[in-house]
Structure formats: C-alpha cells, structure tokens
C-alpha cells in the first residue's frame, strides 16, 4: 500500500506558521507565542484514570521537593517547553566576611501621612456652612479616623434659629478666585519703633537666651473704634476699612480649620471689618493644621490643650517681640500714637507702629473699590540704604513627644543642624498662622519678618521659655515657600465685599453680641452681616 506524506512547509523566516499557509484574512498579522500564563496540555490522552491518579501524587511530591524553583517560561508548561532554575546553596559562598548592618526599625506614628489627604479633603467639604451672617462651621472637624477621636468644635457664635442662610460659599470657590493688587500707599503712620537688637540673630540652640516677661500692654482696637479710620471714613479716602489682623484672617481663610467669625458694619455705601472683643483674633493657635492636633480635655490643669497652648503662644509672641529690641534707639513716624491719651500712658505701651495703607480693589476704572487698611510694624533696622522695617512673630514649642505635636522635631538637638526641616513641619502644623502673618507683613509693607523659636525650659511647665533661635525672611519670599497667593486672598476679599454690597438691609443689633462700634448716632443707618466659619 502507497503511502504518502503530506506537504510539508518550512518557514524560513522565523518560528511560527509559513505565510503561504495562512488564510487571506490573517495576513500581515504577527504571530503572538505562548503567554507564560498559557498551560500547555496534550491533543490526545491515553492514560488511564489510575495512571493520572499515580501521574498526580507524584507531582504533587515533587512540586513540594522543588518548591524553591521557578518556571522561567510558561506557567505550569510542559517540561519540554519550560525552563527551570533552582538556587544551588551548596556552590553559594560570601566573599565579604563582615556581619551585614542592622537594619534600623521604623515606626508609624499616630497621625502618619496615610490618611492626611482624606483628611483635607473632608475638612474643605465641611467647612462650606457660611451664613448672614456668611460663613461656614467646623463643628467636626475628623483627625486621622484611625488614630484619633473625633474632634467637636463649638462655633465661634451662636446662630439664632431665625437666622436666614443668604449666601453659602464653599472653600474649594473661595481657592479658585483670584485678584491682582497693587501694592498700597501709605496714608497715614504713627507711633515709634525700637530698633532691633541684632545680637539675637547670633543665638545658637546650645546657648539658649531665657524669655522675659514684660508688663508692657497693646491695644487691639477694632476697625469702626479707630479713630484715625472714623476721619478716613468722613473724609471719603475709600469705601472699605479693616485692619491687618482681620483682613489676613479672610485672606487666608481656605487655610483655616478652627471656626471663625466677622462682623461686618455697612454704613451707607461703606464697608467696615470688624472684630469681636475676645475673638480669635486676639489669640494665636498652636498646631491647628496638624493631622493630630491638640484635643480638649476636661482637665481644666491640661497645659496641652488649645486654649492652653494658644494662651501661652500668644504670650510668648507678645514678651519676644519686646525682648529682642534695643530701647536705647527708636524711630518716630510723623504722628503719635492714636490709642494713647497721656504721656504716663506711653511708658506702658508696646513699641509699634501703625500704618494706613490703601489698595485699590476695582476690575475697572467705572468703579470705586478701594479700601484702607490699618497695619503694624514691630521694629526697624538700620540699613546703608535707609531704614528696614520689620515684623516680629515667634513660634512655640511645648513637648514634641505629646500628643498634638503633629510629629514635630526636638529644636534643641535639631534647629541648628536641621533647621529646613523644621521650618518644613512648622509650615504643615501651623500653615494658617504662618500664612497670616506672611499676609501682614506683606500688607505692612515690612522688608522683614522675624521668626523666633521658643521653648519651654521643662515640657511640664508652660510658665518659662528660653530663646533658641531666630531667622529672618523676605514676607513674599516666605509666602512663595508656603504656597500662598496673595492674588487669591484679593479675590475672596473682592468677592465678600460685592456679596455685602448687594445684601438687603437687616434690622439694627441682630447679632446681639457686645457693641463693636461705640458711635451710636453712626450707626442710625447702618446695616450689620456676619461673615461667620
């Protein structure tokens, strides 16, 4: 019988099927192998059940002899198409003799990075309450949800239950807006400065300086109760009047995590920012942006807590700001001081100055949007060039091991040699403060802006502090480091005005709060909004 083989035909070209072979319709399409993850298994099989029952158990064996080996080609393949390879401890030897380095243990800390960007996130979606009386707030504001317990917050005022939501803005609106400003012209200054001592750049870490007390006081006068602004006002020299301290606090306020309030005074076609006695404005926070910041407690002895930590870095601000000037030198601006009646009264006061500045907010030249504020300078330094003005603030530390430390470093081990990352931690903890004070330095016009680094001398005891350092900064320069944009700060001022522009009137006296503006007959025909977080 003839038998015949078929055609056979080589492909030499390459692996795979020979062209001549392959239907029209798969022409020119490159021909894939095997995947590793592909089983190769058998066209036909002839064994029989018990054969594959034995086949299996030894696999199984031997899967577990070699279980050290990988399949370099093909998932469970055939041996005839896979490639195996097995480590050979026997041919393996160490040519270095020395021990292998320890490797250092790491731990995660309660408040790590693992959930801060889910933190932010819920924060700018919760502070979105504004009322009348505008504004948003943070009752709940969550730390980590993992670590920490939940935070309650009590608004900064009460809201009547007949209050009317009449605008709701949401941060993440406010952070979009932007507004080019001029840098403000001087108006009006007054007061004296000292100069600045400048032995305090010189202060390392080791050597620390104590902080001294001071009994010296200043005054924190609202808008409507200066009177050097009641003139500006008469005079018609803008349409809107607010000080740095508050002005900032808005410019900043997608920051904020802590809850807020403004009053607002409309008189006629003019505006008035407005503070209330005792409000935040007054204090300065310790670690609010901290992914763990401080928790109230109901030990009224906790020296940790907010209200605590904020009473002493307010303190520390006030007595560092008198300590490192030099007395013996001053510098007198063209007026006196507006809030001091008598000569007695002056050697009581902190050295300041004040300067009216105004900055024109209109988009276009129909309109009339300018505003005067009243701003601060601390000290001053004599320069080649002229004198250089500064702002003096300090920054605080209590325990970098306690809870609400938000991770920060040891400064006495850390601030000479690592200062960078120092001033790095502080910026994340306390990025609303910083970005405040950057924002009136930059109103102020300051060249300068002091930082001082204060520290407890025991972390048991809030009641003495010594000097570890100080660094100087450009206010703009700063402001760039910390990603802040005072354009933005311009738009959401712009934006709140043109909202209490067009709000209908509200009867005198609803926010019953203590009296912000002591000129009654002022206020015949006013009309009053509370810009409240």
Same mark, same amino acid.
């Given at each position: ?366 309109? =009339?949007?300018?505003? *005067? @504020? /009243? &701003?601060?300078? #601390?000290?001053?330094?004599?320069? %080649? ?102 354009? =933005?700060?311009?738009? *959401? @001022? /712009? &934006?709140?005005? #043109?909202?209490?522009?067009?709000? %209908? ?29």
């Amino acid at each position: 019988m003839n038998f015949q083989l078929p055609e056979i035909i080589d492909n030499e070209n390459g692996w795979g099927p020979s062209p001549a072979m392959l239907p029209e319709k798969f022409r020119d399409i490159p021909y894939a192998p095997y995947s590793k993850a592909d089983k190769l298994g058998r066209i036909a099989d002839w064994t029989t059940p018990e054969q594959k029952e034995k086949e299996a158990t030894g696999r199984q064996r031997q899967n577990y002899r070699y279980r050290d080996q990988y399949t370099a080609y093909g998932h469970g393949a055939s041996s005839a198409f896979s490639y195996t390879h097995a480590e050979d401890e026997a041919t393996f030897s160490v040519v270095d003799n020395r021990s292998p380095a320890q490797k250092k243990a790491s731990y995660r800390t309660p408040g790590s990075n693992k959930n801060r960007g889910g933190i932010r996130n819920q924060q700018r979606q919760q502070r979105n309450n504004q009322y009348q009386r505008l504004g948003t707030n943070n009752r709940n504001m969550p730390g980590n949800k993992n670590n920490n317990p939940q935070r309650t917050r009590d608004a900064s005022v009460n809201v009547g239950p007949e209050w009317k939501v009449l605008e709701e803005i949401e941060f993440n609106r406010l952070s979009k807006l932007n507004l080019e400003v001029d840098d403000g012209d001087d108006v009006s200054s007054h007061g004296f400065l000292y100069h600045y001592d400048k032995s305090y750049d010189r202060i390392p870490a080791k050597t620390e300086k104590p902080l001294l007390p001071s009994e010296r006081v200043r005054y924190f006068i609202s808008t409507s109760k200066d009177p050097i602004i009641k003139q500006l006002s008469r005079d018609d020299e803008a349409v809107v009047f607010a000080t740095d301290t508050i002005l900032s606090l808005l410019m900043c306020s997608p920051r904020s995590v802590y809850p807020w309030d403004i009053v607002i005074n409309r008189m006629g076609n003019k505006l008035f920012f407005d503070k209330r006695s005792n409000g935040v404005y007054d204090y300065i926070t310790v670690n609010e942006n901290a992914a763990d910041p401080p928790i109230e407690s109901a030990d009224k002895d906790n020296i940790n807590s907010p209200n605590a930590l904020s009473l002493e870095a307010t303190d520390i601000n006030h007595f560092f700001a008198m300590q490192v000037v030099n007395e013996t030198k001053r510098h007198e601006f063209e007026k006196p001081n507006p809030f001091v009646n008598s000569t007695e009264e002056i050697e009581y006061m902190a050295p300041c100055a004040y300067r009216y500045r105004r900055f024109d907010l209109s988009i276009n030249e129909e309109e =009339n949007v300018t505003m *005067i @504020v /009243r &701003t601060q300078l #601390d000290s001053v330094v004599e320069q %080649p060039n002229g004198n250089s003005f500064l702002t003096i603030k300090a920054l605080n530390e209590f325990d970098s091991r306690a809870q609400g430390s938000g991770g920060s470093l040891d400064w006495r081990h850390k601030l000479d040699t690592q200062r960078g990352a120092v001033v790095a931690t502080e910026m994340k903890n306390n990025s609303f403060k910083l970005a405040r004070w950057a924002v009136q330095s930059i109103l102020a016009g300051a060249d300068q802006m002091k930082l001082g680094y204060v520290s407890r001398v025991n972390p048991k005891d809030n009641n003495r502090h010594v000097i570890l350092g100080t660094q100087s900064s450009k206010p703009r320069e700063f402001a760039a480091q910390m990603n802040l944009s005072v354009s =933005n700060g311009w738009g *959401i @001022v /712009r &934006t709140i005005i #043109d909202i209490c522009m067009k709000l %209908p009137e509200v009867p005198q006296n609803t926010f019953d709060v203590e009296e912000v503006i002591d000129d009654v007959d002022d206020l015949e025909n006013d009309e009053e909004d509370v810009v409240e977080k």
